[in-house]
């Protein structure tokens, strides 16, 4: 299973973001049937180092939908970065439909900036 490359974004605290990985086969060219998936998981944790438990995890039906057959749609929610600023790491693990077994992950880094006071 091939998976997009590592990516970067930044949003203010407070707001929704979606983040949307495509999968593939190994070719890189022939799309993966994400509906055939027995487990579609998110996770975010600090990416200082000091916490390395997950402050925020969705899966498959919770925050995670599939699109186009080969894209897992991750929903972050504006009340799910309320309380959150700095500097996170994201992962999507892809556990892939049976006989073969195969596992695929993504990761990313997510700032996010305080929202500005006035």
Known sequence: ?????????????GTTKTIIVECYQS???T???????SAITFGLKR????N????LSKSLGSGVSIQNT???VVTIESSD????IGKFEWTVTITDFSPDNNTGSKQGILIINPSATI
């Open 1 to 13: 299973m091939s998976c997009e490359s590592l990516t970067t974004d930044c949003i203010i605290q």
């Open 27 to 29: 070719d890189g060219v």
């Open 31 to 37: 799309p993966i049937d994400l509906s055939t998936a």
């Open 47 to 50: 990416k200082d180092g000091i």
């Open 52 to 55: 390395s438990s997950s402050l």
């Open 70 to 72: 080969n894209e897992a």
């Open 81 to 84: 970065t309320n309380s959150l």
